[in-house]
């Protein structure tokens, strides 16, 4: 059963008017002419409306119905009924009622035609139904209709205000949304999980992960928004919250769009959430407060005081040994702090996390570092990671962490170690330390090729020799005295005093990160 048949049946109407529904009051006496499918007689009558004007279409509105005793198509200058079913057509009427025994014995033919090859419900009125009859008719069912649907809309009202009071207010306040909509309804937090919600209908399998999805890209997005799916079921899904704040999403299933009275119903819902969500945040931002305050006292020395603090709200804390992880200036969205949020609490004793100042810091076993990576990977979030092995060494540690995040060029994970794995001149040349050594060697480019070749020859093979010239004058088969006249021309070339441990120092990492000089 739809909800929309359901809401129906709760307010005890059986409106919308439709063609199938005249048909059936017998004091009326109307008759189909022709064949008329499910979709004619089905299709809702807004209002009927009668005339006999040649071109009643001014006056009409898409799904009226139009009365008529068919003056039009009489006498000199009659309407030709092909054009007048046209035009109707056009309008997109509701279906037309032709009386009989007023003007005409029966319905003209050719207007019976006419409305067969426009699709136009063609319903024969006998003489003695008045056309007011069937027009206070609907207009009676359109009253009790709105009566009906705001008795509907009250009593729903009064039961969310008694949820509302309810020590589980907000899930109280959803299974009472279920209940008056009879259709299943979903809410996700900030980070795009899906509440728990015993007693209410779960979403259903086959758009679990559709609803899922486009729960997260809203929650994305940051701004109040909704959107409706349409396939393979129906769902209405709306956030919850402000701009930039949002606290989550509310799905309702619905195989047609939510009318007026489920709309109101549902911003309602939506309000009450939004209150409920916002004090859940203020809890949600005095714990990541304390967090703060928690690594301050770590980064001080006080260990024990952390851990008695942290230990009081989360359980266990993680102890060394660690990663330790800096987000440097962190901007990511609140879902991503919910999601650690969730994952610190699955796992206490391996995660530990804190904003401080502009930066987001992670403590990780690890084995935790691995669900982390994945938390940050899908939040477009880089950080770096180094090794605590003990509080003392923390600020050390986020030093180091840092560094790597900085040598981060893809969302994830970096660890230093494996930038101090690289050494020294690895790390130079992943910090742009080729594009100094580069410079650094620019003078050489100004000499002949071949005596910048033995300039740079000459320095490879001191540097092979430790900078022991008889060595290396060897390995060049030349006389130590042509080397040292080499080298200290290089080191005139290049403005580098090559006596002193800096100068030979700079050379040597400057031949080691350009790779035109090696």
């Known amino acids: 059963m739809s909800y929309r048949t359901l809401f ?30 499910a979709d004619h007689l089905d299709r809702a009558i807004s209002w009927v409306h009668n005339s006999d004007l040649p071109d009643p279409t001014p006056w009409l509105e898409p799904g009226q119905l139009l009365l008529t005793d068919g003056g039009q198509f009489t006498g000199p200058g009659s309407t030709s009924p092909e054009a007048y079913c ?43 139904t008045p056309f007011i009859g069937i027009i206070r008719h609907v207009a009676d069912a359109e009253a009790a209709d709105r009566s009906a649907r705001l008795s509907w809309t009250l009593e729903s009202q009064r039961a969310l205000a008694r949820a509302a009071v309810r020590q589980d207010g907000l899930r109280a306040i959803l299974r009472t ?28 399998a086959s758009v679990d992960s559709a609803v899922q999805e486009q729960s997260r890209m809203l929650l994305r997005k940051s701004k109040p928004a909704s959107v409706r799916i349409t396939e393979p079921l129906a769902a209405t899904l709306q956030t919850i919250g402000q701009s930039g ?32 969500l916002e004090q859940q945040r203020a809890v949600s931002d005095a714990r990541l407060r304390v967090r703060t305050g928690v690594i301050e006292l770590l980064l001080a020395g006080r260990t024990d005081e952390a851990a008695r603090s942290a230990t009081a709200l989360w359980g266990r804390m993680p102890a060394p040994p660690l990663l330790a992880g800096q987000v440097i200036g962190f901007t990511g969205s609140q879902s991503l702090l919910d999601e650690l949020e969730l994952a610190a609490t699955a796992e206490p004793g391996a995660l530990f996390f804190a904003e401080r100042s502009e930066d987001l810091l992670i403590l990780a076993s690890r084995e935790a570092l691995v ?39 893809a969302p994830g994970v970096v660890e230093f170690s494996a930038i ?21 060697l620019a003078p ?55 006596s002193s441990f800096s100068g030979r120092a700079q050379l040597w990492a400057a031949l080691e990160l350009s790779p035109a000089a090696r």
Request: aromatic residues 4%; negative net charge; hydrophobic residues 50%.
């Open 8 to 37: 129906d049946r709760q307010i005890g109407t059986t409106i919308p008017t439709t063609l199938r529904s005249l048909l059936a009051v017998r004091a009326f006496g109307l008759r189909a002419v022709g064949d008329l499918d």
């Open 86 to 128: 046209f035009r109707l057509q056009q309008r997109g009427v509701a279906g037309l009622g032709f009386a009989i025994d007023v003007i005409h014995a029966a319905v003209p033919a050719e207007l019976a035609a006419a409305c067969e090859r426009h699709e136009i419900p063609l319903i024969e009125v006998p003489g003695t």
């Open 177 to 204: 949304l279920s209940s008056r909509l009879g259709t299943w309804v979903a809410l996700f937090d900030a980070a795009g999980r899906p509440l728990s919600l015993p007693g209410i209908a779960e979403v259903p």
């Open 245 to 276: 704040r949002l606290g989550g999403v509310l799905a309702v299933g619905a195989d047609t769009p939510l009318d007026s009275a489920h709309s109101d119903l549902v911003e309602s819902v939506i309000a009450l959430a939004s209150i409920a």
């Open 371 to 409: 669900g982390v990576a994945d938390l940050l990977r899908k939040h477009d979030t880089a950080a770096g990671f180094a090794d605590l092995d003990r509080w003392a060494g923390l600020s050390r540690a986020l030093d180091e962490a840092a560094h790597a995040a900085e040598q981060a060029r």
């Open 420 to 440: 101090a794995d690289r050494g020294v001149i690895g790390m130079l040349r992943t910090s742009g330390g080729q594009l100094v050594a580069r410079r650094m």
């Open 444 to 498: 050489l480019d100004h000499l002949p090729e071949d005596h910048r070749e033995r300039l740079l020859a000459a320095a490879r093979a001191w540097f092979a020799a430790n900078t022991a010239w008889d060595p290396a004058a060897r390995a060049l088969d030349i006389h130590r005295h042509t080397l040292r006249a080499r080298i200290d021309e290089l080191g005139d070339v290049l403005n580098l005093d090559l």
